[in-house]
């Protein structure tokens, strides 16, 4: 059936609300898995159940295997956004509310900005990307400070740091995601990542002795309710909601759900998840989505790539 101008909106609004909705509450599923399921464990059996039903999927629509080249690309960048990404994100979350994780993932576009600065050399540092930066950093450092006083606890130290190297990380990958070889197809590209982000946080979870701490059994259904939200939700129907969005829409308007996911985050992990929402988490959170908003609306920049674009999602 042919599109008409009312079902093209209807699906352009549900598509939004799928990423702006779903990856945000996204991070609150997480710190719920996290609680009784090993972290890194956690983040395997998702990609892995999301990517290999992916993949699987592609293959029997006849979509062409990545080539060995391909593979080899998939992997590296597998290594950089799933275990030293998203392998964060899920550890961190032991200790950092998942609100405020989200607002330190939102800080990707400003490593992603230095990257292309000082690496790439694919941009120039204006005053207007001086000013994001710093704001940005700004916001980070209101976050974490211990000398501030403004009233709620600073994040966890060691949380702090696994999640700014995690979206140092991301925004590292998704520079490379330009220089290697990958698949035509965004989706198969998506689908084999976290595929062979599945097996390598898994092979994670074993060096670290995650299988041995693991009891299915003991494991409650919310948990299991968590994860199942995660690999359907969060990774499947969210990514195919962005992969629609990206044909019909700008990149610009696309884009909004890096600035629009932490202030949602922020909302469920403080009326659902028990999380405090004080003045540093209010300040913090400003500086960055400021910072975020600057960087991803400059118009000298170079579009600043979206967590799926060659990948999968946002942070979450």
Request: a positive charge.
């Amino acid at each position: 059936m042919e599109d008409t101008p009312y079902r093209r909106t209807w699906k352009t609004l549900l598509a939004f609300a799928i990423i702006y909705f779903v990856w945000g509450s996204t991070f609150l599923a997480i710190r719920v898995g996290v609680r009784e399921v090993p972290p890194f464990l956690l983040a395997a059996l998702r990609f892995l159940a999301a990517g290999g039903v992916m993949y699987g999927w592609l293959l029997a629509r006849g979509e062409r295997s990545p080539t060995a080249r391909q593979w080899m690309s998939i992997f590296v960048l597998a290594i950089l956004i799933f275990v030293l990404d998203y392998g964060m994100v899920f550890w961190a979350e032991q200790w950092v509310p998942s609100g405020l994780t989200a607002v330190m993932m939102a800080t990707i576009p400003v490593f992603l900005a230095l990257s292309e600065i000082t690496l790439l050399r694919t941009q120039k540092l204006t005053g207007r990307l001086s000013f994001a930066l710093l704001v940005g950093i700004g916001g980070v450092a209101v976050l974490v400070s211990r000398s501030l006083n403004l009233g709620d606890e600073p994040i966890d130290a060691k949380g702090a740091l696994a999640l700014l190297v995690g979206a140092m990380s991301w925004s590292f990958g998704s520079a490379l995601t330009r220089r290697l070889p990958l698949p035509a197809s965004k989706v198969m590209s998506s689908g084999t990542q976290m595929l062979a982000g599945g097996i390598l946080l898994a092979a994670t979870a074993a060096a670290l002795g995650e299988f041995h701490n693991f009891h299915p059994l003991m494991v409650s259904g919310g948990a299991w309710l968590a994860l199942a939200y995660l690999i359907v939700a969060g990774s499947i129907v969210a990514f195919t909601a962005y992969v629609w969005l990206i044909h019909h829409e700008s990149p610009t308007k696309v884009g909004t759900y890096a600035y629009v996911n932490p202030v949602i985050a922020v909302l469920l992990g403080y009326f659902f998840g028990g999380e405090a929402l004080g003045l540093r988490t209010i300040i913090g959170t400003l500086f960055v989505l400021v910072s975020v908003v600057v960087i991803t609306t400059t118009p000298a920049a170079k579009p600043v790539k979206a967590r799926s674009a060659g990948t999968t999602e946002s942070g979450g």
